[in-house]
């Protein structure tokens, strides 16, 4: 990852999985629309293909390695993904495409870990940053805030419930 720290949490064979079984079956699409966001996929490619599978969604397009070939290319990204080598290495990763809600619920739990991580950097950064002209109070009041953001889907529905954690910690 290029940093001395250790790397965040993600799985590529999850990851690799989830876009191989849509290429095989639509149906897995609908499986694992409910769980996953673009930006919930580690690696920026990823991320490409799985947009580009949305669009052929909402489109009413069938998503197979040609059609997802052809919106990249389109899209001016086929090239940045890998090309037809890259899509036929997911469209072969996947095991089965019965489990693709399972894979779905492995890569957002890696996404949920990394803006944990990400989001205690940032009140690590608030922290220690101009600690003697900070009061306290606001230091708490914005963590509490980020740990609320951290724990809530796009839709506002509340994942974990952190205000009763905190108010029992404080």
Request: hydrophobic fraction near 40%.
């Amino acid at each position: 990852n290029g940093s001395d720290g250790p790397e965040l949490p993600a799985s590529m064979d999850a990851e690799k999985a989830v876009l191989g079984s849509i290429m095989v079956s639509n149906t897995a699409y609908d499986d694992v629309a409910q769980h996953l966001k673009p930006e919930h996929f580690y690696l920026e490619r990823h991320r490409i293909v799985y947009q580009a599978m949305q669009g052929l969604q909402r489109a009413g397009r069938h998503i197979d390695i040609l059609t997802l070939a052809e919106e990249l290319r389109d899209r001016e990204q086929l090239s940045d993904v890998g090309g037809h080598p890259f899509l036929a290495e997911l469209a072969s990763a996947m095991p089965s495409s019965i489990y693709a809600s399972h894979y779905a619920r492995i890569i957002e739990n890696k996404a949920a870990r990394r803006r944990i991580i990400q989001g205690a950097n940032t009140l690590a950064g608030l922290a220690y940053s101009n600690p003697d002209n900070t009061d306290t109070a606001v230091l708490i009041q914005e963590t509490m805030k980020a740990f609320q953001d951290i724990t809530s889907d796009d839709a506002g529905k509340a994942i974990l419930w952190w205000d009763d954690a905190w108010t029992q910690w404080l």
